[in-house]
């Protein structure tokens, strides 16, 4: 019923900053959104569903991934917006990290119930064919990545379908305009990368475009022509009758969408992935197309003829100069520096480390540590040489987050050794280690690391956290004050560190200083119930279980209210305690969830196993002792 787009190209492969051309329209280099780590949308930007406001139009997001969290930015100016994602059911982190988007479709559907009007904009993001190469990708062939990969097309081509038959019982269809488009595309091993975001080929940067207008005007139309996805936000003002507010990238495709007539003179497509740059250091890369070539710049660069050889198997930059020329010259157009690779400062936010965790998990590994600012393309490293590091890292990262820590240990392990330079691959192996409790091991890589990167704050709470860990308290002591101390430790960081110290008093049975520390880390960072926790910890140590019980109790609220960051063991004490005061199905819930969170807690086992015996339950309580 729509009009195909065949040479549709997304601006870069990565999902936040791909989204943020898609509803700005405009190019990444406009938006700053140059990477998925460390860039939020700036509050200035309007976005489609602002300017379709303006119009009088109701305008819902509902999107499926952590990805596009409230907290990107990329909810501005949307009436509705629901990000919501589930808890894990089994264990498994990814699960907490997407919505299946039959639930994201069902939101849709009771939106459009209750909106009351015909002036509505619906964006809709599903998160399927992402999330199954993600899975997939640790370690997996290409012939295993590829059937997960199809099922997740299938599925997708299900959940519109079901969304097509609602609009059409409730006499939408007709009337509706619907965009179907993908932000990028997948790697699956066709260069070497699995999932997306390092290189420019046409397999992570061709996208399905397809526009069905009311009544199906043009159905069947396939147009030729070159567009991208920055096109989206100037064509449905243009269907919407609304003004083009100025500073807009893309064109409309209006005409393209009602006339058979190609639109003006050939067009180029720009593409461009910072990933190497931000998360290694390598080289980013560039590139353009008309459709007929591509041609991407990178220390070695690249040409291919897309007609003749759309695997871009065949490089052309030697054989074909004049063509190389006038690529170079369009690729000018876009960005002045590209071609030399001329370094370009461009500012990255920090991330937390909760939030890390959770973004590697999803792809984007290798994030350097206390940059504020990375030099874009002015490294010679081709990400055509070293893409098997970036493989090799998520697998390892996917393998580390599943429910058995362990498997990412090795990995780890084999990834230093070929890049034994890394702090943060010597970081990963430390947290992968300290999950499986090896914190000799744990101790060792964070020293490493320490060497390589002095005085990172992180890395000296890391090695605090271990002394302590092997109750090598001096050692813990004196970490804790260097993180306190360092010139790049934030009030967050400085927090850590006083509950460090604070924990440390209380493996010495300093009541005093743990309390003073407790105030001093809640002062830093006042979402983290340190002083309830500690006052928890006394009393559990004194024997005064009721009052324990109402000071882990207040921790854990302050927790579930704040989103903060879970304090390490409070769950394991909190679930004892309750024990000791006969609430065993409390108990057993919090020992639960500390087991999901540390699936290698010795003295959480014990602690359920426990819980098991004393209500009868041998079975589970000897299965729970053997669990790991």
Known sequence: DGVVFERAYSNIPQTLPAHAALLTGRLPADTGIRDGVGFTLKSS?????????????????????????????????????????????????????????????????????????????????????????????????????????????ALVDQIVGRLVRYLRAHQLYDRSTIILVSDHGQGLGDHGEQAHGLFVYDEVLRVPLIVKQPAGEGAGRRVTAVAEIVDIVPTILDLAKAPDPGGLRGRSLKQLIDSDAEAGAPRFAYAESLYGAYHFGWSGLRSVTDGRWRYIAAPRPELYDLVADPAQRQNLADTRPDTVDAMKRALKDFDPAAETLAPTSVAAAGVPAGERERLEVLGYVGTRHGEAAVSVAAASIDAKDTYHVVEQYRAAVIAAASTQPSAGIEQFRALAKAEPDSADVWLHLAAAATRAERYELASDALARADRLEPRNPWTLLGLASTSLKMRKFEDARQHAELAITSPAADPIARGAGHELLARVALARHDEVTARRQARLAEELDPGRPVVAYVEGRIAHEQGRYAAAGEAFGRALSLIGKSNAPMLPDLRYYAGDTLLRLNRPSEAEFLFLEELEAAPYSARTRAGLAALYRATGRTDEAATTLGGH
Not at 125 to 151: F, M, Q, S, W
Request: aromatic share 10%.
């Open 45 to 153: 930007e309007r976005l489609l569903a602002e300017m379709l406001t303006d119009r009088g139009f109701s305008t819902a997001g509902i999107v499926s991934s952590y990805l596009l969290r409230k907290e990107t930015g990329i909810d501005q100016g949307f009436s509705f917006f629901d990000a919501d994602l589930p808890s894990s059911n089994d264990g498994s982190v990814f699960d907490t990290l997407r919505r299946d988007g039959r639930a994201s479709e069902d939101i849709a559907e009771r939106w459009l119930q209750s909106v009351g009007t015909d002036r509505a904009f619906l964006f809709l993001h599903l998160d399927e064919p992402r999330h199954a190469v993600a899975r997939a990708a640790a370690g997996a062939t290409d012939d295993a990545i590829h059937p997960e990969y199809d099922a997740a097309i």
